[in-house]
């Protein structure tokens, strides 16, 4: 676990956003903002970014 609460929370709610902008829109970047939006959804709820690992951060006090 390398996110802590308030990047989790970030995350949650930048994810839920860009899944609903994506459903309510007829735009062309409708796949990009599925995914980026999942992948916001699944870290938040996993507490854990591959991307923070590689890079050796962490936003979780523990």
């Known amino acids: 676990m390398n996110l802590g609460i308030n990047d ?3 995350r949650l709610f930048a994810g839920f956003g860009m899944v609903t902008v994506e459903y309510l829109s007829g735009i062309d970047w409708d796949i990009i903002l599925l995914a980026l939006g ?9 507490g854990f ?3 923070y690992k590689l890079l050796g951060h962490s936003s ?3």
Do not use: N
């Open 49 to 51: 970014c591959p991307f």
């Open 38 to 46: 999942t992948w916001g959804i699944l870290t938040s709820a996993m």
């Open 8 to 10: 989790r929370l970030i």
């Open 60 to 62: 979780c006090p523990i």
